[in-house]
T-cell receptor
């Protein structure tokens, strides 16, 4: 299996521009997570989906952030308009639920490093 | 609410020695899962070890083992025979039924030769 695939690996953009990060989860996994990692705040969960349905988006910082999962094999995280404080590494992870509904082991992508100038 | 606390921002250990990373957590649930993840400089997050709360036996994976103290809500990671490749950021994480995984702030571990 190719693992969780994220694109782009690096993105440099200017303030005000739209940014779209993409994720392909591992085939067969039914949960997908978007995390943001910064030095100041560590690893923050932005949103997660179960069976393509958003379950908890309480971590999405502002209305500028939106996430979609149109099917089981693809998800996007969009920032519009982007700001310098959005600079971070954004991770996508997928998992298969364990018995009893617990989130199983998370398999992470390599992350997308976003720099907003 | 579920929280995970890692009180050691950084640690170092000599190659071949043993090191223990601390983690405490808070949850109102009786059943849950605990994880240790490793993030090397390459940035990719990798699962190190997993513990189910209803199992009393501590999980082990080769040189990695945990000391799970449910009553104290403590979940420490012991790395034996430390290797240079163990240098990484280590995250403790907690998951409850039907809920998300919550991560601690992480501990940077440096293995010195």
């Amino acid at each position: 299996d190719a693992g969780v695939i994220q694109s782009p690996r690096h993105e440099v953009t200017e303030m005000g521009q739209e940014v779209t990060l993409r994720c392909k989860p591992i085939s067969g996994h039914n949960s997908l997570f978007w995390y943001r990692q910064t030095m100041m705040r560590g690893l923050e969960l932005l949103i997660y989906f179960n069976n393509n349905v958003p379950i908890d988006d309480s971590g999405m910082p502002e209305d500028r952030f939106s996430a979609k999962m149109p099917n089981a094999s693809f998800s996007t995280l969009k920032i519009q308009p982007s700001e310098p404080r959005d600079s971070a590494v954004y991770f996508c992870a997928s998992s298969h639920s364990l018995a009893g509904g617990f989130p199983g082991e998370l398999f992470f992508g390599e992350g997308s490093r976003l720099t907003v100038l | 609410a579920q929280t995970v606390t890692q009180s050691q921002p950084e640690m170092s250990v000599q190659e071949a020695e043993t090191v223990t990373l601390s983690c405490t957590y808070d949850t109102s649930e009786n059943n849950y899962y605990l994880f240790w993840y490793k993030q090397p400089p390459s940035r990719q997050m990798i699962l190190v070890i997993r513990q189910e709360a209803y199992k009393q036996q501590n999980a082990t994976e080769n040189r990695f083992s945990v000391n799970f103290q449910k009553a104290a809500k403590s979940f420490s990671l012991k790395i034996s025979d430390s290797q240079l490749g163990d240098t990484a950021m280590y995250f403790c994480a907690l998951s409850q039924y039907g809920n998300k995984l919550v991560f601690g702030a992480g501990t940077i571990l440096r293995v010195k030769s």
